[in-house]
């Protein structure tokens, strides 16, 4: 009787395991890859923070420049275009491990790269990417900030150095640039355009609707003079023809920000108010759009959000959104891991971060323990002033677009603060660039804020001033950024 028992009892418990060994059915399978969803992303609503004003049909009365020496700039001697050719094979996008790089602002220790899909159709599993042929070489050639006697930023922070006006018209689209450069001599520079602007068209021939997709402008005389290929086309390719927006983003890749590691280009931009990125082995051919994190703008039925990342009342804004945590980012990479920025909150504005290694899945970067780096202006100042005596309050309302750079045992940010519009303003109309520094060696960690700023230009400032864009040739530093609101100048770092 005890061993019918027994063998009763071993008959029932292989008939419950058994399901539990089966394997997965086709569509289990595919649930397990599949990109999260939207819906706890963010409203699909345009970011409220960023006034995007369409080209002028006729340019405004010029500002007068500031007044300025040029100082000469090296050039690195650009040889014939000769852009890595892709052999496109059926393989992940995995990169063995190389030789370990000089920290810089956009340089770290290498490693190897697995993707995961994040926003593509859900019947794909993972990024799958062409294999591009490689030069030997790295793609990009970084100097350290301050090398041959230049001053850093540091030099600026402490009042030896200052920023004189170098090339008044670049060619470069006057709101924005991310410029790197090759080790071709030639420098890239990656922006956002559309049909109206440049005559852009998408990769299925489609025209691109503003504000556009990123594109590359390039320069062969050490980033005097940028010019666009002809015909402008986007960079990313699309799931499918004809584009969609949803997916590929072809209509809003909005203020790119590029960092390359030694093996890989990593490239973030904004995608209504949310963080996207993208990974690429030669800065031509790129993974398809991951989603970084939670980024996103959005009201309190959808999500609760911390207290740095809530809108508060302005002035002279409607009150509509609740949270934030995205707009025009910036990214960063160091010693394996990867930093993207982000604007916390309005009214006032913060600066925050997300963080993890750069094998780590966008989704899957988690906030910056000391979120928020730092904040705005606590208050909007005088209601009826909007110059000069304004200056202090010039990052109230939104603080993004941050441009990192090491220099020593600190880290160096410049970045866009926006007040937001005036009485009778129909949009955002006050903006200044700003400049802060880590008070440690960790970017996640507390910050200050440069007790001169805005610098520069002071209020009301220009749509193009705060997206800033460093390079460092040979060890000197330049900006490229719109001083008068109309042409985008290149300045360069100089001793006083």
Same mark, same amino acid.
């Given at each position: 009787?005890?061993t019918?028992?027994?063998l009763w009892?071993?008959?029932?418990?292989f008939?419950l395991?058994?399901?539990?060994?089966?394997p997965?059915?086709?569509?289990?399978?595919?649930?397990?890859y599949?990109?999260?969803?939207e819906?706890?992303a963010?409203? &699909?609503?345009?970011?409220?923070?960023r006034?995007?004003?369409?080209?002028?049909?006729?340019?405004?009365?010029p500002?007068?420049m500031p007044?300025?020496?040029?100082?000469?700039?090296?050039?690195?001697?650009?040889?014939?275009?000769?852009?890595?050719?892709?052999?496109?094979?059926?393989?992940?996008?995995?990169?063995?491990?190389?030789?370990?790089?000089?920290?810089?602002?956009? %340089?770290?220790?290498?490693?190897?790269?697995?993707?995961?899909?994040?926003?593509?159709?859900? @019947?794909?599993?993972?990024s799958v !990417?062409?294999?591009?042929?490689l030069?030997?070489?790295?793609?990009?050639?970084q100097? *350290?900030p301050?090398a041959?006697d230049?001053?850093?930023?540091?030099?600026?922070?402490?009042?030896?150095?200052e920023?004189?006006?170098?090339v008044?018209?670049?060619?470069?689209?006057?709101?924005?640039?991310?410029?790197?450069?090759m080790?071709?001599g030639?420098?890239?520079?990656?922006v956002?355009?559309?049909?109206?602007s440049?005559?852009?068209?998408?990769?299925? =021939?489609?025209?691109?609707?503003?504000p556009g997709?990123?594109?590359?402008? #390039?320069s062969?005389?050490?980033g005097? /003079?940028?010019?666009?290929?002809?015909? !402008?086309?986007c960079?990313?390719?699309?799931? /499918?023809?004809?584009c969609?927006s949803?997916?590929?983003?072809? *209509?809003?890749?909005?203020?790119?920000?590029?960092?390359?590691?030694?093996? /890989?280009f990593? %490239?973030?931009?904004?995608?209504?108010?949310?963080?996207?990125l993208?990974?690429?082995?030669?800065?031509?051919?790129?993974?398809?759009?991951?989603?970084?994190?939670d980024?996103g703008?959005?009201?309190?039925?959808?999500?609760?959000?911390?207290?740095?990342?809530?809108?508060h009342? +302005?002035?002279?804004?409607?009150y509509?959104?609740?949270?934030?945590?995205? $707009?025009?980012?910036?990214?960063?990479?160091? $010693?394996?891991?990867?930093?993207?920025?982000v604007? !916390?909150?309005?009214?006032?504005?913060?600066?925050?971060?997300?963080?993890?290694?750069?094998?780590?899945?966008?989704?899957?970067?988690? #906030?910056?323990r +000391?979120?928020?780096?730092?904040?705005?202006?606590?208050?909007?100042?005088?209601? @009826?002033?909007?110059?000069?005596?304004?200056?202090p309050?010039f &990052?109230?309302?939104?603080?993004?677009?941050?441009?990192?750079?090491?220099?020593?045992?600190?880290?160096?940010?410049?970045?866009?603060?926006?007040?937001?519009p005036?009485? $009778?303003?129909?949009?955002?109309t006050?903006f =200044?660039?700003?400049?802060?520094?880590?008070?440690?060696?960790?970017i996640? $960690?507390?910050?200050?804020k440069?007790?001169?700023?805005?610098?520069?230009?002071?209020?009301?400032?220009?749509?193009?001033?705060?997206?800033?864009?460093l390079?460092?040739?040979?060890?000197?530093?330049?900006l490229?950024t719109? %001083?008068?609101?109309?042409?985008?100048?290149?300045?360069?770092?100089?001793w006083?």
């Amino acid at each position: 009787m005890r061993t019918a028992s027994r063998l009763w009892y071993s008959i029932l418990l292989f008939g419950l395991l058994l399901p539990a060994c089966a394997p997965l059915l086709p569509q289990e399978a595919a649930s397990l890859y599949r990109a999260p969803s939207e819906e706890a992303a963010a409203d &699909d609503d345009p970011l409220p923070t960023r006034a995007v004003t369409a080209t002028p049909t006729a340019a405004p009365s010029p500002t007068p420049m500031p007044t300025a020496t040029a100082t000469p700039s090296p050039t690195p001697t650009a040889t014939p275009t000769q852009h890595p050719t892709p052999v496109f094979t059926e393989t992940l996008f995995l990169l063995p491990a190389e030789r370990r790089a000089r920290s810089t602002s956009h %340089l770290a220790v290498p490693e190897a790269h697995i993707l995961l899909e994040a926003n593509a159709p859900a @019947d794909v599993s993972r990024s799958v !990417l062409p294999s591009p042929t490689l030069p030997q070489a790295a793609l990009v050639i970084q100097s *350290d900030p301050g090398a041959n006697d230049h001053p850093t930023l540091a030099d600026f922070w402490e009042g030896r150095a200052e920023f004189v006006l170098d090339v008044v018209d670049t060619g470069l689209p006057m709101g924005e640039s991310d410029t790197l450069v090759m080790h071709n001599g030639e420098l890239w520079s990656y922006v956002h355009a559309s049909a109206q602007s440049a005559g852009v068209v998408d990769r299925c =021939g489609a025209p691109v609707p503003f504000p556009g997709c990123t594109v590359i402008y #390039r320069s062969v005389d050490g980033g005097t /003079t940028f010019s666009p290929e002809t015909p !402008l086309t986007c960079q990313f390719e699309c799931a /499918t023809c004809p584009c969609v927006s949803e997916v590929d983003h072809t *209509d809003q890749q909005q203020y790119p920000r590029v960092a390359y590691n030694g093996t /890989t280009f990593f %490239l973030v931009y904004e995608y209504l108010g949310r963080a996207r990125l993208r990974r690429s082995a030669d800065g031509l051919t790129w993974s398809m759009p991951e989603r970084v994190a939670d980024t996103g703008v959005w009201k309190l039925w959808l999500r609760t959000c911390r207290q740095e990342e809530r809108i508060h009342e +302005h002035p002279f804004v409607p009150y509509e959104y609740e949270c934030l945590a995205g $707009g025009p980012p910036g990214i960063f990479v160091e $010693g394996g891991r990867l930093y993207i920025f982000v604007g !916390l909150g309005q009214n006032p504005g913060a600066m925050g971060c997300y963080t993890g290694s750069v094998t780590t899945t966008g989704e899957r970067l988690t #906030r910056c323990r +000391h979120n928020p780096l730092f904040v705005g202006a606590g208050e909007y100042g005088p209601l @009826d002033e909007k110059g000069p005596q304004a200056n202090p309050y010039f &990052d109230f309302r939104t603080i993004s677009a941050a441009e990192v750079q090491r220099i020593g045992a600190r880290v160096y940010m410049l970045y866009e603060g926006v007040r937001g519009p005036g009485p $009778g303003d129909g949009g955002d109309t006050q903006f =200044g660039l700003g400049l802060a520094r880590s008070l440690t060696p960790d970017i996640d $960690g507390p910050w200050e804020k440069y007790p001169g700023n805005p610098i520069l230009v002071d209020q009301p400032g220009n749509i193009g001033l705060g997206h800033a864009d460093l390079v460092v040739i040979e060890g000197q530093t330049f900006l490229y950024t719109s %001083l008068n609101g109309y042409t985008r100048s290149r300045l360069a770092l100089v001793w006083k």
